[in-house]
């Protein structure tokens, strides 16, 4: 099966479509270099066509002016990125990214930019696939749906026999929510979809087995609580109130509790945790286990 492509080609220019600033800008912001930066290089590329009174430039030119713009280190890596995001492109995988977390720790920003840099066009939540499935199973039938991830204990059947509440309402929850998950990965393989998912319910060790893609799975966390809450006060100002905060604030501790498990779960089964001290960072991390995961599978 032929699937869709997943990024640019390398945006030097050729005999049929000469060289963009536009395209090339694009490109290297997708691989990590500042906006400011990557029109910078751009335009020198541009200027140096232009003296050259060329159309494209060789791969060799491209790499020394961006060595020349961007420096020894940077640059280097820009190229590397650009080269190994090309080779990503030519997989005939579609790819599927899983990011997990707690509730609060930047997963849909991050899984939002990732796609944008890896060109994927459907993101989507666990949170989204536990709402359509609200619509179709009643609270009486399914209780643990119909309640937040650190509220899902309210939905157990018997509380009072579980050593943490907290844990077994959530873990009850993520075992029906992986079910609709399941159900949407095999729609995007069928129909040969990329696609990115971010949910707390991507619990490492938890998720059915995925052929026939590249799959790449990662966890985002938060180590220091008080950076925690910030989180939710943030996203509260994002969102007009329409999460408020102080709920999320008096189950902070819950909210940990649940982080602690799915980050352990994450090292038992060797799932990369991405610590989010800086979104661009986290954001930089997740595209390189995408393009290393990719580079091994070439090597296969």
Known sequence: MSHPRHAEPLPLGNEHQPYSKGLMSRALVAVGVPIGRAYELA?????????????SVELDRFEQLAVEVLGDAEGSRAVDRLRRLQELQELDLPVIVLVGGATGTGKSTLATEAAYRLGITRVTSTDFVRQTMRAFFSQEFMPSIHYSSFEAAAGLREPEQ???PVLAGFLEQ????LVGVRASIERALEEGWSMVLEGVHLVPGMLPRIDGALVVQCVLAIEDEEEHSTHFMVRDAGLDGLRPHQKYIERLDDIRRIQEHIVRRARRHRVPVITNTDMREAIDAVLELVLASAQQVQRV
């Open 43 to 55: 335009r020198r590329i541009e200027q140096d066509l232009a003296e050259r009174h060329e159309e």
């Open 162 to 164: 579980a050593d943490d």
């Open 174 to 177: 993520t075992r029906n929510v």
